[in-house]
């Protein structure tokens, strides 16, 4: 007939997983109201009033899961996946993905890969069930504000709603190059994610509201100034391109292996609710991480003899200071970290028996992010969220034995 067959991967499965959010009741003296009332502070401790009673308590959820799993050449040189995954969850209901993925062969050097799927992520039932009080300066007034369920009768008062799970649809596609001692590999992708989840901003509990709540039975609205809960609430895309290259050859006496990784990442809030989140939230979600990250990487060998340099490069990127809420203006306190080069370096030695030691620096010639010019209100010398982090260099020397 002609016809060449080939084998077929298949896999199949059921799953079933129960999870628990507790909490348990704090000392009563953390959550009564006490003698410093009349200052302002309402209830229990300051800043974090314990958890009362009717707080407390176990949540759980459970649900299962099948799935399917199939995988064959068509060709010797064309493989194609494809995978599919029924969940069901006890709280929310249920939800189907899929996953269509295929390689072709193109050359004994090149193949060209893509796929498309469908994912989800499920609220976890400690967003679901979070029961949350802190005190804080709002409008130069100590306010007690609550973090609460979302199906709390509170949060239900200002739009809460059961959490849905967060849903992705994604398309990437590259190539793979391998010849001799060089493998590169390029990939582009685009995710769009629906229904992310996030915090409210603050809703305030005037006087009328609370009166409303109360004459309703519900007693909790005496404890809170403002209410924020979890809500299904702007959607994004991100785009980005991989680019991984590696190249070994003999050098110096011994191996010498170089490698390059870059990566660009963008991404961009397609839908959001303002009365949720705001235009700053979505500013920084758009450019709080740099869009662009890569290290070159030369590794060297020679008997007993390993030397490692790294230069890395992150991108500029940015910080609402305080989490002020305001990018401009006389409220704003931004920081516009500035882009970098960090050098990470190893040498190191193997003698007979397995003894081997290390000598090494991570970020070589201790490099710092820009002052926080924001210092002298905090305190927080360096911005809090610097992709490379703040504690500048570490130098090290590390002994072990292989046996």
């Known amino acids: 007939t002609g016809f060449t067959a080939f084998p077929m991967n298949l896999a199949a499965g059921l799953e079933w997983r129960e999870e628990e959010f507790e909490v348990r009741n704090g000392d009563q003296a953390s959550f009564d109201v006490g003698p410093l009332a009349p200052q302002g502070f309402l209830i229990g401790s300051n800043g974090f009033p314990g958890f009362n009673p009717r707080q407390s ?8 899961a099948a799935y399917f799993d199939a995988e064959a050449n068509f060709t010797e040189a064309f493989l194609l996946q494809g995978a599919v995954r029924f969940e069901d969850f006890e709280d929310f209901g249920n939800t189907t993905n899929w996953k269509l993925a295929a390689r072709w062969q193109v050359t004994d050097a090149l193949a060209f890969r893509g796929a498309v799927s469908t994912g989800f992520r499920a609220p976890t039932p400690g967003q679901s069930n979070v029961t949350q009080v802190s005190t804080s300066f709002i409008g130069g007034e100590l306010r007690d504000t609550a973090t609460l369920a979302p199906t709390n009768p509170i949060s239900q008062r200002f739009g ?17 190059f391998s010849q001799d001692s060089w493998l590169v590999t390029v990939d582009a992708y685009r995710i769009k994610v629906e229904d992310r989840l996030a915090q409210t901003g603050n809703f305030t509990i005037t006087d009328a509201i609370r009166a409303e709540l109360v004459a309703q039975g519900i007693t909790d609205a005496l404890s809170f100034n403002s ?3 979890f809500t299904n609430d702007f959607d994004t895309t991100t785009s980005g391109i991989d680019l991984v290259a590696s190249y070994g050859m003999p050098m110096w006496g011994g191996e010498t292996n170089f490698a390059l990784a870059f ?7 397609d839908r959001f609710n303002p009365a949720v989140t705001s235009e700053a ?3 920084i979600l758009e450019n709080a991480l740099p869009n662009t990250k890569g290290n070159f990487n030369i590794n060297h060998q020679n008997g007993a003899w390993r030397f ?12 609402d200071h305080l989490d002020t809420g305001a990018i401009t203006g006389p409220d704003a306190l931004p920081i516009n970290g500035d882009s970098a080069w960090i050098v990470d370096a190893e040498v190191g030695y193997e003698f007979e028996g397995g003894v081997f030691v290390n000598v090494g620096a991570q970020n070589l010639f201790d490099h710092y ?15 809090a969220h610097t992709p490379y982090g703040n504690n500048g260099g570490v130098y090290y020397v590390r002994a072990g034995w292989r046996f």
């Not at 002052?371 to 010398?381: C, F, I, R, T, Y």
């Open 281 to 283: 939230r979505v500013f």
């Open 160 to 176: 809460g709603r059961q959490l849905q799970p967060e849903e992705a649809q994604s398309i990437a596609g590259g190539l793979v």
């Open 227 to 229: 209410v924020r809960f």
């Open 308 to 319: 490692n340099l790294r230069f890395s490069h992150y991108g500029s990127f940015f910080e």
């Open 57 to 64: 308590g176990v949540f759980s959820r459970s649900n299962w």
């Open 369 to 383: 992010p820009d002052v926080n010019p924001w210092a002298d209100v905090v305190g927080s010398k360096y911005p």
């Open 263 to 269: 990566n660009w990442t963008e991404t961009e809030v």
